[in-house]
Nanobody
Framework: QVQLVESGGGLVQAGGSLRLSCAAS????????MGWFRQAPGKEREFVVG????????NYADPVKGRFTISRDNAKETLYLQMIRLKPEDTAIYYC?????????????????WGQGTQVTVSS
């Protein structure tokens, strides 16, 4: 079992920044690939970015490339998402997710554990 708790969401103006955190506990964090997904009202949950078990490999969805940065601190068992130049279309609930595998996947069905989500709202 892995428990994931996101934090850091909030309301920000367009062009602003936020940093999300995801604290993990339970199964060994450092063995798992991790990902961030988001879900806007009325839309499917979509992949945002993933990172492999040691942080060496990342995979970003096109809409966030150059603006979002994923990182992980395996010693602290924490996943991060730094978001800059935020846009209103980034408004969504952001979810942290863990795979039971070392390598990144863009498919939400490959992630077994999920956090409860944190709301990010970007005003225009």
């Amino acid at each position: 079992q892995v428990q994931l708790v996101e934090s850091g969401g909030g309301l920000v103006q367009a062009g602003g920044s936020l940093r999300l955190s995801c604290a993990a506990s339970g199964r060994t964090f450092s063995s798992n690939a991790m990902g961030w997904f988001r879900q806007a009202p009325g839309k499917e949950r979509e992949f945002v970015v993933g990172i492999n078990w040691n942080g060496a490999i990342t995979n970003y969805a096109d809409p966030v490339k150059g603006r979002f940065t994923i990182s992980r601190d395996n010693a602290k068992e924490t996943l991060y998402l730094q978001m800059i130049r935020l846009k209103p279309e980034d408004t969504a609930i952001y979810y942290c997710a863990a795979r039971v595998a070392r390598w990144v996947s863009t498919s939400k069905s490959d992630y077994l554990y999920w956090g409860q989500g944190t709301q990010v709202t970007v005003s225009s």
